[in-house]
T-cell receptor, first 113, second 114 residues
Framework: GAGVSQSPRYKVAKRGQDVALRCDPISGHVSLFWYQQALGQGPEFLTYFQNEAQLDKSGLPSDRFFAERPEGSVSTLKIQRTQQEDSAVYLC???????????FGPGTRLTVL | AQSVTQPDIHITVSEGASLELRCNYSYGATPYLFWYVQSPGQGLQLLLKYFSGDTLVQGIKGFEAEFKRSQSSFNLRKPSVHWSDAAEYFCAVGAMDSSYKLIFGSGTRLLVRP
């Protein structure tokens, strides 16, 4: 069966460019999460959607980060005016109900030069 | 605030030897606990989870973990390691808010000697 997919898998951006990262969750999964994983670190929470509603964005590091999920399925994480410190792997996960596991995508590795 | 500590950054074991990866969490009530494995270039795969009940949890690939409330620990074990187990292992706790987002430790990299 299809798992969580993310695109692109790799993205190189020049400092100051805007980027958009896409996540396709498992069909029917209500909850969607974005995490940021810096090199050598564990993933850190960025934001959470339940259907199309963004219920928690407490982990977004600055107002340059924006996420949306307009139809309650595909989600996009946008980073404006990228900085070198934004270089990381961005992981998307989906979950079908509260007391259950999150299924992770392969991630998008963002490198900002 | 909830947090997870994995005190070992790297662990090296010989193939066929037993393995124990340590995880400590900080949280007052009964937490939701998870172990994930990440291979190079791969996403995170769930090995096992603990929500309640029996404190010894069996997972995939021959892994098990034991929840010890008195020690705030959820250590991962495997009786005999295979070369394919070489990867990064993350312990995580589910946040006790409406999202149940995951709070991860910093990971333990497992190296397997032939």
């Amino acid at each position: 069966g299809a798992g969580v997919s993310q695109s692109p898998r790799y993205k190189v951006a020049k400092r100051g460019q805007d980027v958009a990262l896409r996540c396709d969750p498992i069909s029917g999964h209500v909850s969607l999460f974005w995490y940021q994983q810096a090199l050598g670190q564990g993933p850190e929470f960025l934001t959470y959607f339940q259907n199309e509603a963004q219920l928690d964005k407490s982990g977004l590091p600055s107002d340059r980060f924006f996420a949306e999920r307009p139809e309650g399925s595909v989600s996009t994480l946008k980073i404006q005016r990228t900085q070198q410190e934004d270089s990381a792997v961005y992981l998307c996960a989906s979950r079908n109900r509260e007391y259950n596991e999150q299924f992770f995508g392969p991630g998008t590795r963002l490198t900002v030069l | 605030a909830q947090s997870v500590t994995q005190p070992d950054i790297h662990i090296t074991v010989s193939e066929g030897a037993s393995l124990e990866l340590r995880c400590n969490y900080s949280y007052g009530a009964t937490p939701y606990l998870f172990w994930y494995v990440q291979s190079p270039g791969q996403g995170l795969q769930l090995l096992l989870k603990y929500f309640s009940g029996d404190t010894l949890v069996q997972g995939i690939k021959g892994f098990e973990a034991e929840f010890k409330r008195s020690q705030s620990s959820f250590n991962l074990r495997k009786p005999s390691v295979h070369w394919s187990d070489a990867a990064e292992y993350f312990c995580a706790v589910g946040a006790m808010d409406s999202s149940y987002k995951l709070i991860f430790g910093s990971g333990t990299r497992l190296l397997v000697r032939p």
